[in-house]
């Protein structure tokens, strides 16, 4: 699950409120849930019902369905096309940590007409862990799916009890979830200031975060300008997905995440782009 926030110049953007789709925690701005069932008993995957609590605001029960393995039509290597790509132009430029002024040895610059495949690991570089979370893969039943799109409501809380039933599911699949298992709320984000100089960032404390990873992307000119807010050269891409406690931990430590005490950062003057969006997890 994830409540994901993203604003514009300070100003929250509201979620998006189009169909779901299975993997949305990662990248979708709101609240989403990606629900997988895994049993031995059905390795093809098996249509179940996950019963919910009231409090989700979404009716009796999800369905969960297998994931389909068909190929869509024109995704093939027969489906033809372009072989050859033009090369892009421009540029990606890189800056990391909270402070008013740019840092010696920033930014790390990449050149997208000439950029070799090591060039481009200099930057994406940074933390990575095994996926964690639910996973829609061949021999698992989802939720979302084809059958159900459904949006979780912004008003919605997971905790209270919850089951799952299904040929091949133990009757006692049941489990019940409380405040530490909920969804969070958004992150009341606020950013304001000249974008020639250095923007101060504020958020109020969320009693359930355990540590807060802020980046900022967008244009300048024909450069494409990311920051975040790791103190060590971290663009943060592995780290929207599940963390465990344990690393949470250790990157707090290592300064790639904010402490959960965390309330302010600045991003820096020079790597402030024209249209800034800052992102929050």
Known sequence: MATNTMAMLGVPMPAGRGQNEFGNTRHGIGPFMDVALVT???????????????????????????????????????????????????????????????????????????????????????????????????????WPNERDRRMLPDSASLQGDHAVTSEGVPAGLRFTLGPNQDLMPAID??????????????????????????????????????????????????????LSNANIERWTTDRVLLPATATQCAVPRESSPDRMAPWSA
């Open 40 to 142: 031995s008993a059905r390795p093809l995957g098996t249509q179940a019902t996950h019963a919910i609590p009231p409090a989700m605001r979404m009716g009796p029960s999800l369905p969960l369905e297998p994931v389909r393995t068909e190929q869509r039509p024109g995704t093939g290597p027969e489906a033809g096309g372009p072989t050859e790509v033009e090369q892009p132009k421009g540029r990606l430029l890189f800056y990391w940590g909270c402070s008013a002024e740019v840092r010696a040895g920033q930014p790390r610059v990449l050149d997208f007409s000439r950029a070799s495949p090591q060039d481009w690991a200099s930057v994406w570089q940074g933390r990575f862990v095994p996926e964690g979370g639910a996973l829609a893969r061949p021999g698992h039943s989802i």
């Open 189 to 242: 984000l606020s950013g304001q200031g000249d974008l020639a100089a250095s923007i101060p960032l504020r958020w109020r404390q969320i009693p359930a975060a355990r540590a807060y990873f802020i980046n900022a992307f967008g244009a300048k000119g024909t450069d494409f300008v990311i920051w975040s807010s790791s103190e060590l050269p971290d663009a943060g891409m592995g780290l929207f997905d599940y």
